[in-house]
């Protein structure tokens, strides 16, 4: 099942409302099997109408705009940005907003974590408790070594966990990144497994209870 899937093709057996404030969670496994789906789910299944998205893959317009067609009243939310993207692609050049953040590229940690603290910092003067969704850690292993990405995970998951700030990431997991998978699932407070082994993708989740800890279709 596509990534590209909208949020009323399949029902979810994730619950969101029991992701727990200063909770860091890891979405793992093969491309294309709804994880990002899955992060916006999660991400924007709190009780703010609120949150902070890096996207690696897609312009912040796009990543927006797929984030707003699977919520229920788009117009409500009041989101912050940072597109590690158009500025390592577009021929012209874009300029940072008060919303929208650009890096040079995905591997452009610094960047990155400079932009999303000083978003955490601006929801957190305002005493509101945003999720944050990363998508995705395999665009950022291309560009930078896991020594690196490990690190960058390490401070954000500090960052979020001192604000009260939930946290979602994935990661597309191939034969070829097992390190990678085994060494960043430490970082997080909480996993999702996604597997595709069948007629449809499943998933469990580990170390939280916002989710089934058996294999459940989705």
Known sequence: MSDERAAEDVESPLN????????????AGPAMTGKRQLLFDLVGGGDETASILVTTKRDADRFRDSFLETRADPAAWDLRMIDCVSRSHSISRVRDSATTKYVTSAGDLT????????????????????????????????YADLKRVFQFCHVMNGRMASSG???????????????????????????VEVRDEGDEPELRVRGADFGPRRWTAF
């Open 16 to 27: 969101p409302e029991r992701l727990e404030a200063g909770t860091s969670v890891l979405i």
């Open 111 to 142: 960047g990155i974590g400079i932009a999303a603290s000083g978003f955490m910092r601006e929801f957190h003067h305002e005493g509101r408790g945003v999720r944050i969704g990363l998508h995705t850690l395999s665009t950022l292993l291309m």
């Open 165 to 191: 700030f939930s946290g979602v990431f994935t990661l597309d997991t191939t034969s070829r990144n097992t390190e990678a998978l085994d060494v960043l699932t430490g970082l997080f407070d909480a996993v």
